[in-house]
């Protein structure tokens, strides 16, 4: 069974007051043992992050990172850098990445790497637009998504990612999947990786993730393939993130 995690995916939103907040509230707070904490922020913020939330038990994340190791790149951050900041996870496909900045599954696959080169572990993003679900294609996009990259991995490597289901039409919209449709696309997500093994099925983390709050969040984390969430929203206020947390316990 793997452990549940769930990260807050700040996004371009925060300030290193509110890092300050959510430290001072993890410090206060008893969380279920069992359950992992992750905050990914913004890169400016990151060393900071690192300074205030490590000590409470939140690992720290970036969104995304260069394919290169270094380079004449201007605007880009590697992985090292991340790293050296205190970032111990990074997200990669994340669908605003794949829509606005044009990331396909190639270029998915090159930042996976390059996380996995450095130590980081990537949290993949995979999903299905409106569109597509209302074609029925759900399944054959978030398992073509997943294969791009799996299927391109060694063994050691496939056990070193964690997986992030986030249809686009539930992310930031206020329209969750229902338990049941998140069930669905998990299970197969699952039932993919199992192919690869079963260990890599049992083991690997699936997030779900897309208008995750406190009101919604024990129903879908209820379902047997959903082992935590990634949360856009809600992670930016911190009662409603450490009541997510609570409820993955
Ligand atoms: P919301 O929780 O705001 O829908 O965002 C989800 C998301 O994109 C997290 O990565």
């Not at 329209?175 to 299970?187: C, G, I, K, L």
């Amino acid at each position: 069974m793997a452990k549940p995690l769930i990260a807050g995916n700040w996004k371009m939103h925060g300030s290193l007051a509110l890092i300050e907040e959510f430290g001072r509230a993890f410090a206060t707070v008893e969380l279920p043992a069992e359950v992992e904490v992750a905050l990914i922020v913004p890169f400016p913020y990151l060393a900071q992050a690192a300074q205030k939330l490590a000590s409470v038990g939140v690992c720290v994340g970036a969104q995304t990172l260069s394919d290169q190791p270094s380079g004449a790149l201007t605007g880009e951050v590697s992985g090292d850098m991340l790293r050296e900041l205190g970032a111990r996870m990074v997200l990669v496909g994340h669908s605003e990445r794949r829509s606005l900045f044009h990331e396909d599954d190639q270029a998915v696959l090159g930042r996976i790497r390059a996380a996995l080169a450095v130590g980081l572990t990537p949290i993949l993003c995979l999903g299905e637009t409106l569109e597509q679900r209302d074609d029925d294609r759900t399944e054959a996009v978030v398992l073509g998504q997943l294969e791009a990259v799996f299927d391109a991995l060694d063994v050691d490597e496939r056990t070193r990612l964690v997986v992030a289901y986030e249809p686009v039409w539930a992310i930031g919209t206020g329209r969750t999947a229902t338990p049941e449709q998140a069930q669905a696309v998990h299970s197969a997500i699952r039932q993919r990786l199992v192919g690869y093994s079963s260990a890599l099925g049992e083991n690997t983390q699936i997030l779900y993730g897309g208008s995750m709050k406190a009101a919604n969040a024990a129903d879908l984390l209820a379902q047997p393939d959903i082992d935590g969430g990634l949360v856009g929203g809600a992670s930016l206020q911190v009662d409603d993130f450490l009541a997510i947390c609570q409820s993955a316990g």
